[in-house]
Each structure stands twice: as structure tokens, then as C-alpha cells.
């Protein structure tokens, strides 16, 4: 697996943990309760969906302490003149002249249709390093490229951003 994380991707990851099994787990035990005790489970969906429930916020924790296990934990810094995580990053795609605006993030917190795309993708990894008014060629396949100019650069704080629930 050995996903390439930040401190912060690792500090969220684990406060979620934390409030699944204190907050959430309780309460859907205390569900799964009360609806095992309406009587007959084999017609009983309450029960059914509670149980669901369970297993499945037990495996989103699993799920999230595997990921934190097996990481592989970068630095989120970059010069503030240059585009790295956590970024956000203005650009023109010099074919179409269309421009955009993108977040580097690591994969856990990617949202594409949401604007936040990955360090590992090609656009990612192609305008990791660049400064305002480089030009980045972005190479998606042997036979597939393209170049984006990069007109405005911001560091954004990443403490709204949530990771990705799967």
C-alpha cells in the first residue's frame, strides 16, 4: 500500500479514528441494541441496517489505521515561491487557453471535481517545483501531453480539508 502522507493527512486520519470509535461506535452499538431487542431479527431491518452500520464504521477505522501503518510520510513544505502540497495553483492551459485553478494534495484528500488533485498525477507531479510564469508540460501517456502555464500560486492552509470516506 504505502501511501505517501503528510503529517497533517496522519493528524486528521487520526483524529477521525479517535471520533469514530468514542462518538460514532457507542451509538451504533446503542442502535444495534435497541433494534435486537424489537424482537424478531429476521424481519427486523432496523436491526439489519444498524448492524451495517457497525461493520461498516469498523472497517472504515481498520481501513484508516492501515493506511497510517503503512505510510510513507513526506514533508508538505516547498518554497514559498514554488508550487507544492498544499498549494493551490492557477493555470492556463496554453492549447485551449482555458484556465483552471487546482490544489496539490496527497491521494487520501483527492477531490478532482472538487479542484484538489494529487501529487502523483501527471498535472501533480508536473507542476511540483514550478514558480509563476513557468511553463510545465504535463505528459498523461507516450502519445498524450500537453502544457500549462502557471499564472498565480497560493499557499493555502489545509485544515478544512477532509479525507476522502471511501
Known sequence: MY????????????????????????KAAQDVKEAAAQGDRSENFEYYAAKKFLRQNDSRIRYLERMIRTAEVIPDDSAADEVGLNNTVTIEFIEDEEIETYKI????????????IT???PLGKALLGKKVGDIAHVVVSPSVSYDV?????????DADDEIRSF
Open 3 to 26: 501511501d505517501k502522507l503528510t503529517e497533517s493527512d496522519i493528524k486528521k486520519m487520526e483524529a477521525e479514528i479517535e471520533h469514530r470509535k468514542l462518538v460514532v461506535r457507542p
Open 105 to 116: 494534495v496527497t491521494s487520501v484528500r483527492a477531490d478532482s471535481v472538487g479542484g484538489m
Open 119 to 121: 501529487n502523483v498525477s
Open 149 to 157: 502555464k502557471i499564472l498565480k500560486l497560493e499557499n493555502t492552509d
